[in-house]
C-alpha cells in the first residue's frame, strides 16, 4: 500500500505535484465545495493517484477523513500539509475583526481549532499561514519564507492558471509562517538567493473584492 499525503484545505495541485512526480505515494487533498473559492475553482480532472474529498472540517473533522480513506483502501496519512483558512486570523484583518467577534464569540476558537487539527495525526505534518495571530493563540511559528525563495522548484514558463496577475516563477513577496510539527522540517530554500524582490505582490491590486475568483486567487498555494 502506498503511504499517503495529506493536503488540508487544498483545492489546487501546486503542492501535490512534486509528491504526485516521484510516484510512490498516493495524495489526498481535502476541501469542501461549499466554501466561498473551492468549488468554483477545483480542477475538472486529477491525476490518478490524487484524491479529492468534499469534507467540511469545521463540521466532520478529522474523524470523517480517517472514514472515508478507510473506506477507500487508503493507508493513514504519513504526512499532512495543511493550508488552514487565514481569513479570520491574518494581520491584515486586524480592523474587522472586532466586529466579527461581536457577530461570533467563537470565531477565533473555531479559526484555531482548523489550524491545530493536524496534531489529531501522529505523524509528521506543517500547517501554512501569512502573518498572523496564529502565533499567539498556537506558538510561534518553526520558521517564515517567501513564494520567490522556492523559485528554482518552480516550472519554467509564465504561471499555467494567472499568468496576469502571478508573476512567473512566484517571484513575488509574501511572508508565510510555516508550523513543523512530529518530525517535520523546514523545506529548503534557495541559499544562493541574497534578497528577493523588491515591494509587496505587485498583484494584491487586482484580488480586491469578495469574488470567489479573487478568493481562491489569494488563497492559491505557491
Known amino acids: 500500500m502506498r503511504p499517503t499525503i495529506l493536503f488540508l484545505f487544498n483545492s489546487s495541485s501546486y ?11 498516493s495524495c489526498v487533498s481535502v476541501d469542501h465545495d461549499t466554501t466561498d473559492h473551492s468549488g468554483t475553482h477545483r480542477p475538472a480532472q486529477w491525476h490518478i493517484r490524487h484524491t479529492r474529498l468534499d469534507i467540511d472540517l469545521q463540521e466532520q473533522g478529522a474523524r470523517e477523513v480517517d472514514r472515508q480513506l478507510y473506506a477507500l483502501g487508503l493507508a493513514p496519512p504519513s504526512f499532512i500539509m495543511s493550508f488552514a483558512p487565514c481569513t479570520d486570523m491574518a494581520v491584515c484583518g486586524n480592523r474587522s475583526r472586532s466586529a466579527k467577534l461581536e457577530r461570533d464569540p467563537h470565531l477565533l476558537d473555531k479559526a484555531l481549532a482548523l489550524a491545530t487539527m493536524v496534531e489529531q495525526w501522529e505523524c509528521p505534518s506543517i500547517v501554512e499561514n501569512p502573518v498572523s ?28 492558471e494567472f499568468p496576469n496577475i502571478i508573476p512567473e516563477g512566484d ?3 509574501k511572508k508565510t509562517g510555516l508550523w513543523c510539527q512530529s518530525g517535520a522540517h523546514m523545506p529548503q530554500v ?12 505587485p498583484g494584491y491590486a487586482q484580488l480586491g473584492g469578495k469574488s470567489a475568483r479573487t478568493k481562491y486567487i489569494r488563497s492559491l498555494t505557491p
Not at 496564529?134 to 499555467?160: D, I, M, N, R, S
Not at 534557495?190 to 505582490?201: E, H, K, S, V
Open 190 to 201: 534557495d541559499t544562493l538567493c541574497t534578497g528577493g524582490p523588491i515591494g509587496d505582490y
Open 15 to 25: 503542492a501535490v505535484q512534486p509528491w504526485l512526480d516521484d510516484g510512490r505515494f
Open 171 to 173: 517571484y513575488y513577496n
Open 133 to 160: 495571530i496564529l502565533a499567539t493563540l498556537w506558538k510561534k511559528p518553526t520558521g517564515y519564507v517567501h513564494p520567490w525563495q522556492f523559485e528554482w522548484a518552480c516550472p519554467t514558463g509564465p504561471h499555467p
